[in-house]
């Protein structure tokens, strides 16, 4: 089951390498890794998934989501692994990664959601 993750991922990551006009070389460059690591990510030939960090830097370079690159990898923490597998919650993050979002905003979600999660009981 394992090697199939890594198959599925070293596909997905050697489709977007080239969908980005990157070599492998310049790849591991971006993320701090050789050439060969990824041509071995790509071929599926590594027992294990490349670490958390390593994926996300990944992620950025190749342009995906990386909430939903990290779940996809089985690497998404649990506590958002629900979240990682919905295109609006992975909208959600995204606007809150790229915006400054005050503790008033942060205070404001929070009691909308409440009072939305209190109409369901």
């Given at each position: 089951m394992a090697q199939?993750?890594?198959?599925?991922?070293g596909t997905l990551i050697r489709r977007?390498?080239?969908?980005?006009?990157l070599t492998q070389s310049q790849l591991g460059d971006a993320v701090g890794v050789g050439e060969s690591?990824?041509?071995k990510i790509?071929?599926?030939?590594?027992?294990?998934t490349p670490s958390e960090e390593t994926l996300r830097?990944?992620?950025?370079?190749?342009?995906?989501?990386?909430?939903?690159?990290?779940?996809?990898?089985?690497?998404?923490?649990e506590e958002l692994k629900a979240?990682?597998?919905?295109?609006?919650a992975r909208e959600f993050f995204s606007l809150v990664r790229d915006s400054r979002i005050g503790n008033e905003?942060?205070?404001?979600?929070?009691n909308t959601l409440r009072r939305r999660l209190s109409k369901r009981k």
């Open positions: 199939q993750k890594n198959n599925n991922l977007l390498r080239k969908e980005e006009g690591y990824i041509s790509e071929a599926g030939k590594i027992s294990y830097l990944l992620a950025q370079k190749l342009n995906i989501d990386p909430l939903k690159f990290l779940s996809m990898a089985e690497k998404a923490p979240a990682a597998d919905s295109e609006n905003d942060w205070q404001d979600l929070t």
